[in-house]
């Protein structure tokens, strides 16, 4: 039916005539009248979910903020307007026909584009205005990780020989890897045209641990077997911190304000383990915590640091352990001088890793181990459960034990892969697809 013979039949009905009115939009006037405006719109659920549509009456735009998920296209093909209400009459599709609200269409035109237009016809018949239809749909599932191999790697970082001692830091916008043989890898990530450099680490002793390296204040801290400590501004040239060395053990959690460390003290001439915490500056000798209860891991520790809901900063440390256990108990703590082990009575722990990782991201704690093959996610840090959904690892890093995994500010997971013997290490970048946006 063409728009004049609706106009004709409006008339016929003779309903009340419509009027002027103002919406303020952007400081400016915009003059919209009220015989030709959408009041309402609504489908049907998508997957049990009610997703709103907006209205905007000064672009004359109706669409969803909230995006529909992915594989939303086929329902859209045939699924109910619920609700659509105007003013006017409300015409679509080439002819004009009249439209109806509670019938089924094919919405599929206006995926992501306004390729939809609704016309509302005044019921006078004197005027009409047009509403295109968005529906936005996610090309993406927001809750699935999207990996990519970094490409142009140097090859000194490619070959090298197959290692268990390794670390990657991140200092501001620089990532940092450390390799056997004191081969050093860095670049700023936060560029689009970022480029590597390498580097041969200088000054440090044979037993110098590259996983217990640490970024505090923006300084470079590494301990040694023999228990002292060396530091170094940029990481290419390191010299023995006299104030920190003696008895260190591990270094901890790197907070904003303070180094943590277990370090050996004898105390009232027992000779024991104490935790201990360095604050403010790395000239400050170290000030006794409180004494390593039983179960901390004092070997090879892997930590980080976040804020809380509150605001608060704590940190969240795991590690190898020598004791005979079935499960990885995380460790935390607001100050380094005291921690605390999370510890469950229920079967919601996080089972045995050899080698374990843990990571603040998203809201969320995750914890992965050798093999790379399951990753375990919770909220608090003492419920445990396996990622089950769509938030994985890629799988052509499974299989391999050796590895380290951080997250930067950009919310990228940054994945170093140590390659089986004959393999090229790896370097992988991954993001949850919702916070991409």
């Not at 509302?120 to 749909?137: F, H, T």
Request: hydrophobic share 40%; proline share 3%.
């Amino acid at each position: 039916m063409r728009t004049k013979l609706l106009m004709a039949i409006a008339c016929l009905l003779g309903v009340c005539i419509g009027f002027g009115a103002c919406v303020k939009g952007n400081d400016e006037d915009y003059e919209m009248n009220v015989s030709t405006v959408v009041t309402a719109f609504a489908i049907d659920t998508i997957y049990g979910t009610n997703y709103p549509f907006t209205i905007d009456q000064v672009n004359h735009r109706i669409f969803n903020t909230d995006s529909l998920p992915v594989g939303s296209d086929t329902l859209l093909s045939k699924i109910r307007i619920r609700t659509f209400s105007a003013s006017g009459i409300i015409a679509s599709g080439l002819l004009d026909s009249i439209f109806v609200a509670g019938q089924v269409s094919d919405l599929t035109p206006a995926i992501n584009k306004p390729g939809m237009t609704f016309k509302i016809v005044a019921n006078d018949g004197s005027r009409s205005q047009e509403y295109s239809l968005q529906v936005n749909v996610h090309k993406e599932d927001p809750n699935a990780a999207k990996w990519k191999a970094m490409p142009n790697l140097p090859a000194d970082f490619l070959e090298a020989n197959y290692a268990t001692d390794f670390q990657m830091l991140k200092r501001g916008h620089e990532l940092m890897v450390m390799l056997e043989g004191n081969l050093l890898m860095k670049a700023d990530v936060s560029q689009s045209d970022y480029v590597w450099e390498t580097f041969t680490m200088e000054g440090l002793p044979e037993d110098a641990m590259l996983h217990s390296a640490r970024n505090f204040q923006g300084t470079l801290c590494m301990a040694t077997a023999s228990g002292d400590v060396y530091t170094s501004e940029f990481g290419e040239y390191w010299e023995k911190n006299e104030v920190l060395s003696g008895g260190v053990i591990s270094l901890l959690a790197a907070f904003s304000d303070k180094l943590t460390a277990i370090k050996e003290v004898e105390i009232d001439s027992l000779y024991s383990v104490d935790s201990y915490c360095l604050t403010y500056s790395l000239d400050e000798p170290w000030i006794i915590g409180e004494p390593v209860q039983a179960g901390f891991p004092v070997g090879r520790v892997n930590a980080d640091t976040y804020i809380s809901s509150t605001g608060v900063e704590r940190a969240i440390l795991v590690g190898d352990i020598d004791e005979l256990t079935d499960r990885i108990v995380p460790w935390m703590s607001i100050d380094g001088d005291d921690w605390g082990g999370m510890t469950t009575n229920t079967e919601f722990f996080c089972p045995l890793l050899n080698n374990p990782t843990v990571m603040f991201y998203n809201k969320f704690f995750y914890m992965v181990g050798s093999g790379l093959d399951v990753m375990y996610e919770s909220m608090g840090g003492l419920v445990w459960a396996k990622c089950v959904g769509k938030f994985q690892l890629p799988e052509a890093v499974s299989e391999h034990d050796y590895y380290a995994m951080i997250a930067d500010e950009a919310d990228f997971i940054w994945l170093l892969v140590i390659g089986n013997e004959g393999e090229n290490n790896q370097l992988w970048r991954g993001r949850l697809n919702k916070l991409s946006i």
